[in-house]
């Protein structure tokens, strides 16, 4: 019979098998943590020796290891095995071959259970400000892009159909703002992330005299997880953080399609930088806008891993199972493109070319000043709804003859309703509507400069 080489215990007398050797380990992905396992084993091995559960000379060495094995990994020298499962014990047993006895003592009063949910904390606070610096500079972005457009006028859309004139600039601060609740939610979820397990051990605690609180100020958490069990099987904070991630690019994912019509040559509202874009490899006049058709795509990993990992938790008894490894391959995912889609989109809304032109002609076009009409006969005493009628029969005569709306005499118009007058020219211009909606989140050019304003001192 071959001999027992399993790492965490004597109990076993036959060797794991191959395929449950591989099926079981998660080195090669939990790898990622091993900064972040280092750094919680280095505020762990300092309140034990605090605490006089280890000597001076035992956390020097530990300290004196941990560091040597930090330069191995970073420097790729590290010796990564599928035989010792996972990130923990391939670092505790490297520790212990360079430091020897003192080595041993390091896991004394914690387990991999609470110490890869510390791993996974440590790890995704740092995510989490990347991830609010990312939303930052994309919001820089559109501010740029939105300082040059306040008086760019596109037709406003809905049902994809043309509705009302409005500022470009006012529609690209409605992604700002979608921003600035993305950006809230995450930094929401840090509060429920910064807080420390380490210390729960197995699931019930550690009957050594342990300082949890200590631990806590070493590796900077704001506060000590209150219940041991919870500690080790609570993954709430990975959910929503895919959560948050999932409605960001979400946001980013209706941005994106937007991107793709306004650059059609339907729409021509946008040029996309061609360090953006790809040709085709058979028609020769083809740009295909691949950046946003990407992030569009993307969504539905992200959305994909928040499935994942609500379906792991689902029933899952407490307290810590080993479906929980499979925490990780989504997180890291979802980090990664998050990251990789913040970093793209922020470059991609810097170098984009704006036609004016093609903006305001198909806002001309759509009759978009409708409601305009509507309005002005309202405010000479017509009732909203008959107003909604005179306007509806005479934009269906403007289309018969062509026309827009502002395009037809004085005297056809009043065929519409005898109150219409010659200052209804003023407001069947784009500018003329888009101005006549000046109040607080409106689209007017002052409003939308205001807006810009306090959009700008949110970012300071
Ligand atoms: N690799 C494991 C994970 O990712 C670490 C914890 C293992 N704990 C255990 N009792 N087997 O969840």
């Given at each position: 019979?071959?001999?027992?080489?399993?790492?965490?215990?004597?109990?076993?007398?036959?060797?794991?098998?191959?395929?449950?050797?591989?099926?079981?380990a998660?080195?090669?992905?939990?790898?990622?943590?091993?900064m972040?396992?280092?750094?919680?084993s280095?505020?762990?091995?300092?309140?034990?020796?605090?605490?006089?559960?280890?000597?001076?000379?035992?956390?020097?060495?530990?300290?004196?290891?941990?560091?040597?094995?930090?330069?191995?990994?970073?420097?790729?020298?590290?010796?990564?095995?599928?035989?010792?499962?996972?990130?923990?014990?391939?670092?505790?047993?490297?520790?212990?071959?360079?430091?020897?006895?003192?080595?041993?003592k390091?896991?004394?009063?914690?387990?991999?259970?609470?110490?890869?949910?510390?791993?996974?904390?440590?790890?995704?606070?740092?995510?989490?400000?990347?991830?609010?610096?990312?939303?930052?500079?994309?919001?820089?972005?559109?501010?740029?892009?939105?300082?040059?457009?306040?008086?760019?006028?596109?037709?406003?859309l809905?049902?994809?159909?043309?509705?009302?004139p409005?500022?470009?600039?006012?529609?690209?601060?409605?992604?700002?703002?979608?921003?600035?609740?993305?950006?809230a939610?995450?930094?929401?979820?840090?509060?429920?992330?910064?807080?420390?397990p380490?210390?729960?051990?197995?699931l019930?605690?550690?009957?050594?005299?342990?300082?949890?609180?200590y631990?806590?100020?070493?590796?900077?958490?704001?506060?000590?997880m209150?219940?041991?069990?919870d500690?080790?099987?609570?993954?709430?904070?990975?959910?929503?953080?895919?959560?948050?991630?999932?409605?960001?690019?979400?946001?980013?994912?209706?941005?994106?399609?937007?991107l793709?019509?306004?650059?059609?040559?339907?729409?021509?509202?946008?040029?996309?930088?061609?360090?953006?874009?790809?040709?085709?490899?058979?028609?020769?006049?083809?740009?295909?806008?691949?950046?946003?058709?990407?992030?569009?795509?993307?969504?539905?990993r992200?959305?994909?891993?928040?499935?994942?990992?609500?379906?792991?938790?689902?029933s899952?008894?407490?307290?810590?199972?080993?479906?929980?490894?499979?925490?990780?391959?989504?997180?890291?995912?979802?980090?990664?493109?998050?990251?990789?889609?913040?970093?793209?989109?922020?470059?991609?809304?810097?170098?984009?070319?704006?036609?004016?032109?093609?903006?305001?002609?198909?806002?001309?076009?759509?009759?978009?000043?409708?409601?305009?009409?509507a309005?002005?006969?309202?405010?000479?005493?017509?009732?909203?709804?008959?107003?909604?009628?005179?306007?509806?029969?005479?934009?269906?005569?403007?289309?018969?003859?062509?026309?827009?709306?502002?395009?037809?005499?004085?005297?056809?118009?009043?065929?519409?309703?005898?109150?219409?007058?010659?200052?209804?020219?003023k407001?069947?211009?784009?500018?003329?509507?888009?101005?006549?909606?000046?109040?607080?989140?409106?689209?007017?050019?002052?409003?939308?400069?205001?807006?810009?304003?306090?959009?700008h001192?949110?970012?300071?």
């Amino acid at each position: 019979m071959k001999k027992n080489t399993k790492k965490w215990s004597e109990r076993f007398s036959e060797p794991t098998s191959e395929i449950v050797k591989r099926f079981n380990a998660s080195v090669a992905f939990d790898q990622r943590l091993a900064m972040y396992d280092i750094e919680g084993s280095l505020a762990h091995a300092g309140m034990l020796n605090k605490q006089k559960i280890i000597t001076a000379a035992d956390l020097k060495s530990i300290t004196k290891g941990l560091n040597q094995i930090k330069k191995e990994i970073q420097s790729g020298k590290f010796k990564w095995s599928i035989d010792l499962e996972d990130v923990h014990l391939n670092i505790e047993k490297r520790l212990t071959d360079i430091v020897g006895a003192p080595g041993k003592k390091l896991h004394t009063g914690r387990s991999r259970n609470d110490q890869v949910t510390t791993d996974m904390r440590l790890y995704l606070r740092e995510v989490v400000d990347k991830s609010i610096t990312q939303i930052e500079a994309l919001q820089r972005a559109i501010l740029t892009l939105a300082d040059q457009h306040i008086t760019t006028i596109m037709p406003g859309l809905t049902h994809l159909q043309i509705a009302q004139p409005i500022s470009f600039a006012h529609h690209l601060l409605a992604y700002f703002e979608m921003l600035e609740r993305d950006k809230a939610r995450f930094q929401e979820s840090y509060k429920r992330i910064n807080v420390l397990p380490l210390g729960a051990a197995a699931l019930a605690g550690t009957s050594y005299p342990i300082d949890r609180k200590y631990v806590a100020k070493l590796l900077k958490f704001d506060a000590v997880m209150a219940n041991s069990i919870d500690a080790v099987s609570d993954r709430d904070f990975l959910i929503e953080f895919n959560f948050d991630a999932s409605l960001l690019m979400t946001h980013l994912s209706r941005w994106s399609e937007e991107l793709i019509m306004w650059s059609s040559p339907f729409f021509g509202f946008i040029e996309i930088s061609d360090g953006f874009c790809t040709g085709s490899s058979i028609m020769p006049q083809k740009k295909n806008p691949d950046v946003p058709e990407l992030v569009r795509g993307k969504v539905a990993r992200v959305n994909g891993h928040l499935v994942s990992l609500l379906t792991l938790m689902k029933s899952q008894p407490l307290a810590y199972n080993k479906d929980n490894q499979e925490d990780k391959e989504p997180v890291f995912d979802v980090a990664d493109t998050i990251s990789d889609t913040l970093n793209i989109f922020a470059e991609m809304v810097a170098g984009l070319k704006v036609s004016k032109e093609s903006m305001e002609a198909a806002a001309f076009k759509g009759y978009s000043t409708a409601t305009d009409l509507a309005d002005y006969l309202v405010k000479k005493g017509m009732p909203f709804r008959e107003a909604h009628g005179v306007v509806a029969k005479a934009v269906k005569y403007a289309i018969t003859q062509g026309c827009d709306l502002s395009e037809l005499d004085l005297k056809v118009l009043q065929k519409f309703s005898t109150s219409i007058d010659q200052s209804v020219f003023k407001c069947l211009t784009l500018k003329g509507s888009v101005q006549s909606r000046n109040h607080f989140g409106g689209t007017a050019f002052g409003a939308v400069k205001a807006a810009l304003k306090r959009a700008h001192e949110k970012l300071v």
